[in-house]
């Protein structure tokens, strides 16, 4: 866990700095991040170097639980590329927070419905479909979004000055 809040620590502080708001130009456009004078080849080097480097980190960490290491880690299969790719899509791409979220619930929702046997990868299932469209599905956004302010503070400045 410790090591999760350094990744994330580290990451958050990427994303904004002035390094961050850079990839993020590229990312977005890169002819016009270049345009303005961004050298693309340095941060896109800049940001492989630092995925390449946490990731050799969680490598060494999950072979280090591992005990015995394989040309193939049996754990680490098909499956389990196509779930890091769901924790990352349903939260939202670009989105640290929303990735968090969605790997913690989309990681406890399967332990929580154990008890269902039978029912329970169709629950899963269900959970997951209803979480990608309430992710980008427009009447959905748009139901999310009225939900959201609801639930914002309300500026009291205007009723301070009357």
């Known amino acids: 866990m410790v090591l999760v809040l350094i990744t994330l620590f580290i990451v958050m502080n990427l994303v904004n700095s002035r390094t961050g708001r850079a990839i993020m130009a590229i990312r977005d456009n890169r002819i016009a991040a270049e345009s303005i004078g961004i050298n693309i080849t340095k941060y ?75 029912y329970r990868m169709l629950m899963y299932a269900i959970v997951l479909i209803l979480a990608m469209l309430f992710n980008s599905a427009p009447k959905f956004v748009i139901f999310r979004e009225r939900i959201a302010e609801k639930f914002k503070p309300k500026d009291n400045t205007a009723k301070e000055a009357a």
């Open 44 to 118: 896109k080097l800049l940001a492989f170097s630092v995925s390449a480097g946490l990731a050799g980190v969680a490598g060494v960490l999950y072979a280090h639980n591992l005990t015995t290491l394989t040309a193939l880690p049996k754990n680490f299969g098909y499956n389990m590329s196509i779930m890091i790719l769901v924790y990352v899509v349903l939260g939202g791409i670009g989105n640290i927070r929303g990735s968090v979220i969605a790997t913690v619930i989309l990681y406890l929702l399967p332990e929580m419905l154990r008890g269902l046997s039978n």
